[in-house]
């Protein structure tokens, strides 16, 4: 089955075909970073009228990328939430139209989970495996069963892990999107500098909280001692109080639930200082870590494709009044 795969949940739009025999044939994806830099962030009316500006030539591009005419695909994939409610109406409602007009099906799917298997694009892992989903809305842990079966283990209280580093970014005036700032900022700085707070919560918990080390961060460059710190150190050292929380609860997870085996998801996996640390403690504690290449980290279609073409080709279809939804569904 050969699937269009569409994704424009926040300020990325993007088109893929996936091939269940030739795999992953294209992956478009126009980013709107240039439109939000000057706020500092997205801003959602902005972000649906690139939407409509963007989907037919990033479908199109998709389409010629793969080789594909419109005929040739055998059904529809689009995200249908969580996600801004403008944004994503611009991609499902399209993708609804060409789905009526080509007569083929059409599948809503979840942005979280199409993070959460991303990595079947690069390689095969077996289920279940502990996921930990990072990304700029979310910071969450689940225990994967199959490709319909994602279990909440545990989530933040109050800001997402890309969300402390895009506001950190903004507070150290590095710009948006901040993540990819300190990430860089970062490698020339020392970790151990600063002991920004790390928030365990309870040593059984799989929540996290991220606002009280953002709080912190703030006093702490308002006071002399943060004016006259090198920036690269304070990047590092806040870049380690928030990769040894994730790091550490995602392995603690894995060995509550038993499972040896943990794959990283979302933008923020594209982390360096993450990835590097999540492979050496995994390797120590015996658990296998695996993570996709950045750009199947960030926000994709191809993720939305594949995940659309498992579901389709195992008899899933969703309706034509199939709706957006802007909360997640995985919570407590
Ligand atoms: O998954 P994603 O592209 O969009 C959402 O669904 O939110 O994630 C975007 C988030 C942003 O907060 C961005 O700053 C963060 O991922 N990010 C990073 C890095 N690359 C992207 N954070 C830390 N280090 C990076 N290298
Ligand atoms: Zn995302």
Aim: negative net charge; charged residues 20%; hydrophobic residues 45%.
């Amino acid at each position: 089955m050969r699937v269009l795969g569409i994704e424009s949940s926040c300020d990325d739009t993007a088109a893929a075909v996936y091939d269940a025999s030739a795999g992953l044939l294209s992956n478009v994806v126009a980013s709107q970073v240039s439109v939000h830099e000057a706020y500092g962030g997205v801003v959602p009316e902005l972000a649906s009228r690139e939407h409509i500006r963007s989907i037919v030539p990033v479908v199109e591009q998709a389409l010629a990328a793969a080789g594909s005419c419109q005929g040739e695909i055998d059904g529809i994939a689009a995200t249908a939430g969580p996600g801004l409610i403008g944004s994503l109406l611009v991609g499902l409602c399209f993708a609804k139209s060409l789905a009526y007009a080509l007569k083929k099906p059409i599948l809503g799917v979840d942005h979280l989970e199409a993070h959460l298997f991303a990595i079947f694009l690069e390689r095969q892992v077996d289920f279940p495996y502990v996921a930990l989903l990072v990304s700029g809305g979310h910071t969450s842990l689940f225990r994967v069963e199959g490709f319909d079966k994602v279990v909440f283990l545990g989530g933040t209280r109050d800001d997402a892990a890309g969300e402390a580093f895009d506001k950190a970014a903004k507070q150290m005036g590095l710009g948006y999107p901040g993540g990819v700032a300190i990430d860089r900022l970062a490698r020339d700085g020392d970790r151990a500098c600063f002991p920004f707070p790390r928030a365990w919560l309870s040593q059984e918990s799989a929540d996290f909280s991220f606002s009280g080390l953002k709080t912190a961060l703030r006093v702490f460059l308002s006071s002399a001692e943060g004016k006259a710190a090198r920036q690269e150190d304070i990047a590092a050292s806040f870049q380690e109080a928030i990769v040894e929380v994730l790091v550490g609860k995602t392995l603690a997870a894995a060995k509550r639930e038993r499972i040896p085996r943990v794959v990283l998801a979302g933008g923020v996996s594209a982390n360096s200082r993450l990835r590097a640390k999540a492979d050496e403690d995994g390797n120590r504690a015996g658990i296998e870590v695996h993570f996709p290449s950045r750009a199947l980290c960030t926000d994709n279609a191809a993720m939305v494709a594949f995940l659309g073409e498992r579901r389709m080709s195992a008899g899933h279809a969703s309706g034509l009044d199939l709706n957006v939804y802007a909360a997640s569904r995985f919570s407590r």
